[in-house]
């Protein structure tokens, strides 16, 4: 079966410094999202891309944060200054169609 | 806007019963979809089950059946036969029927299973 896939599954980071998250989603899929958790809480939406370009973004993806599809296959996050209360599960996701989701197994963001 | 609202926070259930888990929502469309996650401590996302709001008939999948009332804007899932394995955190979702909208999720239940 066809997965999304994540890299690193887990990243320290010092505040200040810059991560990315990578993201591989299936390769028929059209739509790609990042979601995130704070460990504790519920999963919230950050973004939604398509047609190389954002569709949709919540009041957390702020001018910190930035998505590309740098090459047909990849899709990445990136946090440019990480702050402590960026710590948190991303997720990646994607889909074809009006069909469910598929996520990736996530990232485990810690800043330190 | 959407909203999810799971009013448990953690529930027990022995294993070999059957538990339910509830979850309203709220919203104005009248064509969305309605989902169940699993998350264990793996903390990976797995979709339990999937309902589309045009469907009058319940969606079930092997152990897994939903109670769906539209008007009611309810959606619980009922885990029959519980098993060790399906201790984890639930969580209803719904999303709306345009083709890239975003996944609105509630704070979850926690589900013990005890031996």
């Known amino acids: 079966e066809p997965e999304v896939t994540q890299t690193p599954s887990h990243q320290v980071t010092q505040m200040g410094q810059e991560v990315i998250l990578r993201c591989v989603p299936i390769?028929?899929?059209?739509?790609f999202y990042w979601y995130r958790q704070i460990l504790g809480q519920k999963v919230e939406f950050l973004v939604s891309f398509y047609n190389n370009e954002i569709s949709e973004k919540s009041e957390i993806f702020d001018d910190q944060f930035s998505v590309e599809r740098p090459d047909g296959s990849n899709f990445t996050l990136k946090i440019r200054s990480t702050k402590l209360e960026d710590s948190a599960m991303y997720f990646c996701?994607?889909?074809?169609?009006?069909?469910?989701?598929?996520f990736g197994s996530g990232t485990r963001l810690t800043v330190v | 806007a959407q909203t999810v609202t799971q009013s448990q926070p953690e529930m027990s259930v022995q294993e070999a019963e059957t538990v339910t888990l509830s979850c309203t929502y709220d919203?104005?469309?009248?064509?969305?979809?309605l989902f169940w996650y699993k998350q264990p401590p793996s903390r990976q996302m797995i979709l339990v089950i999937r309902?589309?709001?045009?469907?009058?008939q319940n969606a079930t999948e092997n152990r897994f059946s939903v109670n769906f009332q539209k008007a009611a804007k309810s959606f619980s899932l009922k885990i029959s036969d519980s098993q060790l394995g399906d201790a984890a955190m639930y969580f209803c979702?719904?999303?709306?029927?345009?083709?890239?909208?975003?996944?609105?999720f509630g704070k979850g239940t926690r589900l013990h299973i005890l031996p």
């Open positions: 309902q589309e709001a045009y469907k009058q």
């Open positions: 390769s028929n899929h059209l739509y």
């Open positions: 979702a719904y999303r709306s029927f345009l083709a890239g909208g975003q996944i609105i």
């Open positions: 996701a994607s889909k074809a169609g009006p069909e469910s989701y598929t």
């Open positions: 919203t104005s469309e009248s064509d969305y979809y």
